[in-house]
């Protein structure tokens, strides 16, 4: 079974960046990062197909850019612009073998990380 491990979290001001990154254990088919923020349900933010197809939540795109290497089993979060409604419990996810998917479901994910925090302060 695949293991993911996110990194890159932490506390960044209003109108900072961060980039997260996700350690895939091995190969995976399409990825994606959820977040969870205090309060409320999980939500979608971005998905990537192995061919680098990308989704993305309507409210962050142009702020969010999502990314993978390959070669690396890596995913990555660049996150541009912070505000502090983007506080959240950040989530990498991935399908571990390719069949059709749902990008913004998270049940499509059958392999999960354990999550990051991000902490926006003004």
């Known amino acids: 079974q695949v293991q993911l491990v996110e990194s890159g979290g932490g506390l960044v001001q209003t109108g900072g960046s961060l980039r997260l990154s996700c350690a895939a254990s091995?190969?995976?088919?399409?990825m994606c990062w959820f977040r969870r923020p205090p309060g409320k349900e999980r939500e979608f933010v971005a998905a990537i197909s192995r061919n680098d197809d990308t989704t993305y939540a309507a409210a962050l795109k142009g702020r969010f850019t999502i990314s993978r290497d390959n070669a690396k089993n890596t995913l990555y979060l660049q996150m541009n612009s912070l505000k502090r409604e983007d506080t959240a419990v950040y989530f990498c996810a991935a399908v571990s073998t390719p069949r059709a998917i749902v990008v913004v479901a998270p049940t499509s994910y059958d392999v999960w990380g354990q999550g990051t925090q991000v902490t926006v302060s003004s």
């Open positions: 091995g190969r995976t088919d399409a």
